[in-house]
């Protein structure tokens, strides 16, 4: 149950700001209210469901600053984990990010956008790995688990930001490969500062 709702959400059939009526989705789904009942507890935990006065259970959306701060917080996380990285990467794992760029690369320019955000959260997986294994990783990925991104709204949908984000993870590369510290983190901090301006853009937000 928690997982057909979940995927009902991440792919966008569950849009943000819908109301979830634990009556309805028990009905549809043919289950009892029981098991309807602890998914929405276990998605509310998990930051995909949230609860407001007169409407019940409803898929979350971010604020515009709830957004503008993710933005920011990934860009302090990430951008340490990229100095890091820097300082830590081996040959093994610098190959593992140029050939996934590659791939990424082909893709975009074959016009097959559809595994680009998953390939691309794989690629800042890999630096954060690279850089702060013990614990940065780790809060990354929470972030990631309790803030995700419907595929139907991904970033990565839109050629212009697609190209400019792959030319970044480029940049990125360079300095990594070269072992610069300061570069690799200044440009993830400016890679993640242009996503969320894109993602405010995209949002409608000045």
């Known amino acids: 149950m928690h997982q057909v709702l979940r995927e009902e959400i991440m792919s966008g059939e569950l849009s943000a700001g819908t109301a979830v009526p634990q009556d309805e989705i028990a009905r549809r789904l043919g289950v ?27 898929v979350s959306e971010l604020s515009s600053d709830a957004a503008r ?25 610098l190959a593992a990010l140029f050939e996934l760029h590659e791939q990424m690369l082909r ?28 614990l940065l990783a780790e809060h990354l990925d929470a972030l ?3 803030h995700p991104v419907p595929s139907t709204t991904s970033l990565w949908h ?4 697609a190209k400019q984000f792959l030319d970044q993870h480029g940049a990125l590369l360079e300095a990594l490969a070269a072992h610069d510290a300061v570069s690799a983190e200044r440009a993830m901090v400016e890679h993640l500062d242009e996503a969320g301006a894109a993602r405010n853009a995209q949002r409608g937000d000045s």
Not at 71 to 88: H, M, P, S, T, V
Not at 158 to 161: L, Q, S, V
């Open 107 to 134: 893709e975009h320019e074959a016009g097959h956008i559809d595994d680009l955000a998953e390939h691309s959260r794989r690629f800042h997986d890999l630096i954060a790995r690279a850089g702060g294994p013990a």
């Open 158 to 161: 839109e050629p212009g930001n």
């Open 69 to 93: 701060e993710l933005y920011l917080l990934r860009g302090a996380i990430e951008g340490l984990c990229a100095r890091l990285a820097a300082e830590r990467i081996t040959d093994t794992e």
């Open 144 to 146: 990631w688990r309790n």
């Open 32 to 58: 009892s209210i029981t098991p309807v009942r602890e998914a929405l507890r276990r998605l509310e935990s998990e930051g995909l469901i949230s609860y407001r006065s007169h409407r019940g259970a409803t």
